[in-house]
């Protein structure tokens, strides 16, 4: 092998492990943030509130299952869904559900955001799709690896959009992997494997190394 050649392979397996690296940090400040909201947020409360842009919230003793992720991404890596996904549905937002499901005419900073069809558009058309269902799938049943950091959605009952954040990952097992949720009672840490009776949908890991 040339010299050239050897160098440019060294620093693509450099680059690669810093990736990672970079990667896994990442996850692992999701999955502190995600933990944190535990006995913070109480309830769910899925009403229209008017939010501040960007940065805004609702109180946090409650929220819906995305305010789980928008809390997470900005207490851990200082990230703003609400700006982000508003910024990209603006030019993009025939791309995004939200006239075919809610019937909305223009993008909104209150809501988009906190709507788990938004995000899950989102995370696809920033890269950051890594398995999405094409057949039905229990909801324990998300092919591995998972690691912290990782978002999952689901169908509840096989209608109901919801998300949340993987905490902890076990050795290909829904029974050792943990993730945030607020399914209904606020931010909750459930065993994957309590989920089993709904179906997996997609997993995403944000942001994109």
């Known amino acids: 092998m040339e010299r050239r050649q050897f160098i440019g392979s060294i620093a693509a397996v450099t680059g690669s492990r810093f990736l990672f690296a970079g990667s896994l940090i990442s996850g692992r400040r999701l999955a502190a943030a ?30 819906v299952c995305a305010d789980v992720v928008i809390r997470a991404g900005r207490d851990g890596l200082g990230l703003d869904l609400q700006k982000l996904v508003h910024e990209d549905m603006v030019t993009h937002f025939d791309t995004y559900p939200a006239r075919r499901v809610w019937g909305e005419r223009a993008p ?43 978002i999952l959605t689901w169908l509840l009952d096989a ?5 949340g954040i993987v905490v902890s990952e076990g050795p ?38």
Do not use: M
């Not at 944190?36 to 003793?61: C, E, F, I, K, N």
């Not at 900073?109 to 558009?121: A, Y």
């Not at 209608?159 to 998300?163: D, E, G, S, V």
């Open 108 to 150: 909104d900073t209150s809501i988009d955001h906190r709507r788990v069809l938004n995000l899950q558009t989102y995370f696809e058309r920033c890269g950051c799709q890594i398995w999405r269902a094409t057949r039905v799938v229990a909801g324990h049943k998300f092919p591995p690896p998972l690691a912290p950091g990782d």
């Open 34 to 63: 995600a933990r944190a909201q535990v006995g913070v947020t109480h309830t769910y409360d899925p009403s229209w509130t008017p939010l501040r842009y960007p940065g805004g919230d609702v109180d946090r003793s409650k929220g």
């Open 159 to 163: 209608r109901l959009p919801h998300i």
């Open 172 to 209: 290909e097992k829904a029974a050792d992997t943990y993730v945030v949720h607020n399914i209904g009672g606020g931010a909750e840490k459930w065993i994957l494997a309590d989920l089993s009776q709904h179906r997996a949908v997609g997993h995403y890991r944000w942001p994109k190394p």
